[in-house]
């Protein structure tokens, strides 16, 4: 009888695996003589490695990681049993050191560290035999063996499966299984750990992963996870509560809660109820009422929680309350609902100590420290902080001066209370440090509440040596300073290494480096988004100069990664340890981040200072806005001949504003045209001002300008309406989904709270409609009862034009006789904002469509940033998903793709076909929005649900049966369309 091999190793593949041949070559240069490697899952055209690979092909299930490694440990014949993922690496000893473990101890298991893999990350790397080298190879601490998870609770900090082995027989014996569908590890890992007589924990890393997996279903994963929790319960009880607080901390728990409506899903409720109760009252009151609504299926004040942490929970704070034992409750919602025990409402969690060290730099052989620290709802002017460097036991008392801060009130998030007074400065004298590895930690005293803790860092890594001292500051960790023994020399790299910054007088940033640049252009990228500029190289190094992108506009807000190709460029240590300063340029302001290799990024956001941005700053300008123009001043706010423009709460330069704007100008070119930006991604003819939303600039606008004139309910909070002002409210489009007050039982559709509603409509002196179903359809949605302007659509004027769509076709670089069909679907409320999917195979339509047909893809702008089209189908789609406005894409296309868009609508003026793409018709109209109309019976084209039938029409679709219906959808929804309701609006507002 052949003898079974000690080892088997089930590594699950469905092909595709970016990885996968790095991990097979770790696992062919194993130590462990006697070792199987099965290859399980979709495996067309692979073959076997080399010796020892077993291949195992799977059919229906084959995609799935946990069937197929259920699949392959079924098949496995070894005494021990491991589990590789294709995208780790497995250095050469680690599975002989833990195959040796176990024959040593008998134990039921053995698990080494895992490290997230990275070519510069010190003890990351691997050799060519896949053994680990330097800082990673040894051992991060002393091995456990025997041990067990009760002794040992670190292990429930890590649960994967990559660098574990078990015995056979316990594997068998427990029946453990991988969940089809999950893609998780846990379900297995913290189960045999509880159930084993004993665990081997060795010190050595053992596996080397690329990081995380695909993100599984929430409620499939939370079930998972409270299948744990109950098993904890009956076998580690003591384990249960650390590992129920972090089931409640964690994202499944929240997105399964968000997305109940009117019922708790089936057993969930039950659960919630089992969970430790020490670890609910450890968490903040938020989270233990949406447990607690949950636990006992009230789903009407989960909805109403809901909605008030969307909006209100910012302008909430703490109640002191008891005549004896005083204590802080949370004025939220239900606190006085005689159904809920008030401890529920116990702000003790919620007190917690924030403390950040904000900059650290070198001077002299000294540090100079900046950060903050309070306690969160406590207003700051009151309380009183110290702050030391501690190591182990050992503390040194720092003295600090208090310094102002407004910016950390800014960026607090809440309305009111005032951090001003929360920021401190600190020098640390590094010659009398001693050695060890010391961290910043705080403690704050604030009305009678204190809290202490390690202090966390500004966003963003910096590591530097000074004077013998190794300074790490990281967002997680805070400040470390390290005395001696440092954790060897920084890492150096030759690509892109930056010695020099500075900002010209146009704004434009300007990285100087020694040596030669790896290539002749210096990209940022976003997602996405990339951008690039040239770089110059003379004997004296490189130089990039990174101004606005080739579209003439500034960079976006967000966190840009700066690259030479697909390298990171690099700060050098200088620049590491002393970083420019955060700069303003434009509307933008600009500061620097690093990694802990010094990879460079941009974090860019939109230029507004600490008194107009933030909560905090809102509620005081909207106090003293309504002192301006009450009633006890007296005085009455003199308006200027201006007016200010909003389209899309300051994100676009279009729609109906646009048209109204440029008529305006046109006619009375003595009104000052105002427009709104709130990210500068647009640009404006001459003479336009551009304010920044939010900005001084734009509280001055609003509150001394004649008109206002937006298409969206975007008004900045703090916006108090002078007397005599006009606003007009365009809108922005016939309305076939739900609006306003109609969303009222759509559970997914995202509303806006009724006393906010209300407040922006009240300061409505004229709504423009483009029909009779559409004045219906807005008055009642918004609850307006003031004048409707029935002017038709100004930013149909344009389909009108011929000359504009010309225009627009040879912008786009488009030939007369190439037909343009335009695909613009709408966006899905019950999508996360910013998932960027579309229902159409980009890749199949290129293939399907005719030479002669150019698709041009058109993403809603809240998911537009998110978009990645396939590489290589130029010639036949495009993405103009940032083309400037709408209504010129609708003026160039010959036919309309769209599934609930109100671009139908405005389309319909054209008479040219259009194809509705609904797959998920159903759905969308009954649980997300809601319709005004029927859909199916009116939509002037054919309805059709799948990519191959979109395609079909597209091909081969006769559309003259839809003549009669087209021409009726056109007179009822835009019957006042005739290119001049720009003119009539403008005659409105000046006569």
């Known amino acids: 009888m052949t003898e079974p091999p000690r080892?088997?190793?089930?590594?699950?593949?469905?092909?595709?695996?970016?990885?996968?041949?790095?991990?097979?070559?770790?696992?062919?240069?194993?130590?462990?003589?006697?070792?199987?490697?099965?290859?399980?899952?979709?495996?067309?055209?692979?073959?076997?490695?080399?010796?020892?690979?077993?291949?195992?092909?799977?059919?229906?299930?084959?995609?799935?990681?946990?069937?197929a490694r259920n699949a392959g440990a079924a098949f496995a014949t070894g005494r021990y049993l491991a589990f590789a993922d294709p995208g780790s690496v497995v250095p050469a000893?680690?599975?002989?050191?833990?195959?040796?473990?176990?024959?040593?101890?008998?134990?039921?298991?053995?698990?080494?560290?895992?490290?997230?893999?990275?070519?510069?990350?010190?003890?990351?790397?691997?050799?060519?035999?896949?053994?680990?080298?330097?800082?990673?190879?040894?051992?991060?601490?002393?091995?456990?063996?025997?041990?067990?998870?009760?002794?040992?609770?670190?292990?429930?900090?890590?649960?994967?499966?990559?660098?574990?082995?078990f015995r056979r027989e316990f594997w068998n014996k427990h029946g453990f299984a991988f969940p089809a569908g999950l893609g998780e590890d846990f379900p297995v890992t913290i189960p045999a750990h509880v159930l084993s007589t004993s665990a081997d924990v060795l010190g050595d890393v053992v596996c080397l992963t690329r990081g995380s997996r695909p993100p599984a279903d929430p409620l499939r994963r939370l079930r998972?996870?409270?299948?744990?929790?109950?098993?904890?319960?009956r076998h580690a009880p003591r384990l249960r509560a650390a590992y129920d607080l972090r089931l409640t901390e964690g994202p499944d728990l929240e997105a399964v809660l968000d997305a109940v409506r009117d019922r708790v899903p089936d057993g969930l409720a039950e659960a919630l109820g089992r969970l430790d109760p020490g670890a609910v009252e450890r968490l903040p009151v938020l989270a233990r009422l949406r447990i607690h609504f949950a636990a006992h299926g009230m789903t009407g004040e989960l909805a109403e929680l809901r909605m008030f942490a969307e909006s209100e929970i910012r302008h909430r704070g703490v109640l002191r309350r008891g005549l004896v034992h005083r204590r802080w409750y949370l004025d939220y919602p239900f606190r006085r609902d005689p159904r809920l025990p008030r401890s529920l409402f116990d702000a003790t969690r919620d007190l917690r100590l924030v403390a950040r060290a904000d900059d650290v730099r070198p001077s002299g052989g000294k540090l100079l420290l900046t950060g903050h620290a309070y306690i969160a709802h406590l207003d700051s002017g009151r309380g009183r902080f110290e702050v030391w460097l501690q190591r182990e036991e050992e503390r040194i008392a720092l003295p600090v001066r208090r310094i102002h801060r407004p910016d950390v009130t800014a960026d607090s998030r809440q309305s009111v209370v005032?951090?001003?007074?929360?920021?401190?400065?600190?020098?640390?004298?590094?010659?009398?440090?001693?050695?060890?590895?010391?961290?910043?930690?705080?403690?704050?005293?604030?009305?009678?509440?204190?809290?202490?803790?390690?202090?966390?860092?500004?966003?963003?890594?910096?590591?530097?040596?000074?004077?013998?001292?190794?300074?790490?500051?990281?967002?997680?960790?805070?400040?470390?300073?390290?005395?001696?023994?440092?954790?060897?020399?920084?890492?150096?790299?030759?690509?892109?290494?930056?010695?020099?910054?500075?900002?010209?007088?146009?704004?434009?940033?300007?990285?100087?480096?020694?040596?030669?640049?790896?290539?002749?252009?210096?990209?940022?990228?976003?997602?996405?988004?990339?951008?690039?500029?040239?770089?110059r190289q003379d004997e004296n190094g490189w130089t990039a100069v990174i101004g606005r992108t080739a579209d003439g506009l500034p960079l976006a807000a967000g966190t840009w990664r700066v690259l030479?190709?697909?390298?990171?460029?690099?700060?050098?240590?200088?620049?590491?340890?002393?970083?420019?300063?955060?700069?303003?340029?434009?509307?933008?302001?600009?500061?620097?981040?690093?990694?802990?290799?010094?990879?460079?990024?941009?974090?860019?956001?939109?230029?507004?200072?600490?008194?107009?941005?933030?909560?905090?700053?809102?509620?005081?300008?909207?106090?003293?806005?309504?002192?301006?123009?009450?009633?006890?001043?007296g005085r009455r706010t003199a308006l200027r001949n201006a007016a200010v423009f909003d389209s899309y709460g300051g994100g676009q330069y279009s729609c109906n504003p646009r048209a109204v704007s440029e008529e305006l100008a046109r006619r009375h070119p003595d009104v000052e045209i105002?427009?709104?930006?709130?990210?500068?991604?647009?640009?404006?003819?001459?003479?336009v001002r551009l304010v920044l939303h939010g900005s001084r600039e734009h509280q001055e606008a609003l509150s001394t300008s004649r008109f206002v004139v937006a298409n969206r309910r975007t008004q900045p909070g703090w916006y108090h309406k002078p007397r005599g002002q006009t606003v007009v409210q365009t809108w922005h489009g016939t309305p076939l989904k739900r609006l306003g007050l109609d969303l009222e039982g759509m559970p997914y559709a995202r509303q806006a709270p009724r006393a906010e509603l209300t407040r922006q409509v009240a300061t409505w002196d004229l709504l423009?409609?483009?029909?009779?179903?559409?004045?219906?359809?807005?008055?009642?949605?918004?609850?307006?009862?003031?004048?409707?302007l029935e002017s038709g659509y100004p930013r149909n004027d344009v389909l009108f034009d011929p000359a504009r769509a010309r225009a627009v076709r040879r912008r786009l670089g488009v030939p007369d006789d190439r037909r343009v069909v335009l695909y613009a679907p709408t966006w899905r409320d019950d999508e996360p904002e910013g998932a960027g999917r579309l229902a159409l195979d980009l890749t199949r339509a290129a293939r399907a469509l005719d030479d002669d047909d150019l698709l041009l893809v058109r993403a809603h702008y809240?998911?537009?940033?998110?978009?990645?089209?396939?590489?290589?189908?130029?010639?036949?789609?495009?993405?103009?998903?940032?083309?400037?406005?709408?209504?010129?894409?609708?003026?160039?296309?010959?036919?309309?793709?769209?599934?609930?868009?109100?671009?139908?609508?405005?389309?319909?003026?054209?008479?040219?076909?259009?194809?509705?793409?609904?797959?998920?018709?159903?759905?969308?109209?009954?649980?997300?929005?809601?319709?005004?109309?029927?859909?199916?019976?009116?939509?002037?084209?054919?309805?059709?649900?799948?990519?191959?039938?979109?395609?079909?029409?597209?091909?081969?679709?006769?559309?003259?049966?839809?003549?009669?219906?087209?021409?009726?959808?056109?007179?009822?929804?835009?019957?006042?369309?005739?290119?001049?309701?720009?003119?009539?609006?403008?005659?409105?507002?000046?006569?």
């Not at 799977?58 to 946990?66: Q, V």
């Not at 036949?876 to 309309?896: C, Q």
Request: glycine fraction near 12%; aromatic fraction near 6%; charge should be neutral.
């Open 418 to 535: 005032c951090h001003d007074d929360s920021g401190f400065e600190a020098v640390i004298a590094l010659d009398t440090l001693p050695p060890g590895r010391w961290a910043l930690h705080a403690r704050v005293r604030a009305r009678g509440v204190t809290r202490a803790g390690r202090a966390t860092g500004a966003p963003g890594e910096r590591v530097f040596d000074v004077a013998g001292v190794r300074v790490s500051l990281t967002h997680e960790r805070g400040l470390t300073l390290t005395v001696g023994a440092a954790d060897g020399p920084l890492t150096k790299s030759d690509v892109g290494h930056v010695g020099a910054v500075r900002w010209t007088d146009a704004g434009e940033l300007v990285l100087e480096g020694p040596g030669r640049f790896p290539g002749d252009r210096i990209a940022l990228e976003r997602g996405a988004e990339r951008h690039s500029w040239p770089v």
């Open 862 to 991: 809240l998911v537009a940033r998110h978009l990645a089209i396939p590489e290589g189908l130029g010639h036949r789609v495009r993405d103009i998903s940032k083309f400037p406005d709408m209504a010129d894409l609708l003026a160039a296309a010959d036919v309309l793709v769209t599934d609930y868009s109100s671009a139908m609508f405005d389309f319909a003026c054209t008479g040219r076909p259009m194809v509705f793409f609904a797959p998920d018709l159903e759905r969308y109209r009954d649980e997300v929005r809601g319709f005004y109309l029927d859909f199916e019976a009116v939509a002037p084209g054919p309805v059709v649900r799948t990519g191959d039938d979109l395609l079909d029409v597209l091909r081969y679709g006769d559309l003259g049966p839809f003549a009669a219906r087209y021409e009726e959808f056109a007179r009822r929804f835009c019957p006042w369309d005739d290119g001049h309701a720009s003119a009539r609006v403008v005659t409105r507002m000046l006569p």
């Open 93 to 165: 000893d680690a599975y002989r050191m833990l195959v040796d473990a176990l024959d040593h101890t008998g134990s039921d298991l053995a698990c080494g560290r895992i490290r997230r893999w990275s070519p510069y990350a010190s003890g990351g790397t691997t050799t060519e035999t896949g053994r680990t080298s330097g800082a990673g190879s040894r051992a991060g601490a002393a091995a456990r063996l025997r041990t067990h998870i009760t002794r040992h609770p670190k292990l429930l900090d890590d649960p994967r499966a990559g660098g574990t082995v």
């Open 768 to 788: 423009l409609s483009p029909s009779p179903f559409a004045t219906s359809a807005l008055r009642r949605a918004f609850g307006y009862a003031g004048e409707v």
């Open 7 to 67: 080892l088997s190793v089930v590594v699950p593949l469905h092909g595709g695996e970016e990885h996968a041949e790095e991990c097979l070559k770790s696992l062919h240069a194993q130590t462990l003589d006697d070792i199987e490697v099965i290859l399980a899952g979709r495996l067309e055209g692979l073959r076997p490695p080399g010796p020892g690979f077993t291949l195992l092909a799977l059919g229906d299930g084959g995609d799935d990681p946990g069937a």
């Open 564 to 633: 030479a190709g697909d390298e990171r460029v690099r700060l050098g240590p200088a620049l590491i340890a002393d970083p420019p300063r955060p700069h303003v340029a434009g509307l933008h302001e600009v500061s620097f981040r690093t990694a802990r290799d010094g990879a460079l990024s941009l974090a860019v956001r939109p230029a507004l200072g600490p008194h107009e941005r933030g909560p905090y700053a809102t509620r005081r300008r909207l106090a003293a806005a309504r002192s301006r123009t009450s009633g006890r001043t």
């Open 224 to 233: 998972a996870m409270l299948e744990v929790s109950d098993l904890l319960g």
């Open 674 to 687: 105002v427009w709104v930006t709130r990210d500068g991604q647009f640009t404006v003819p001459p003479g």
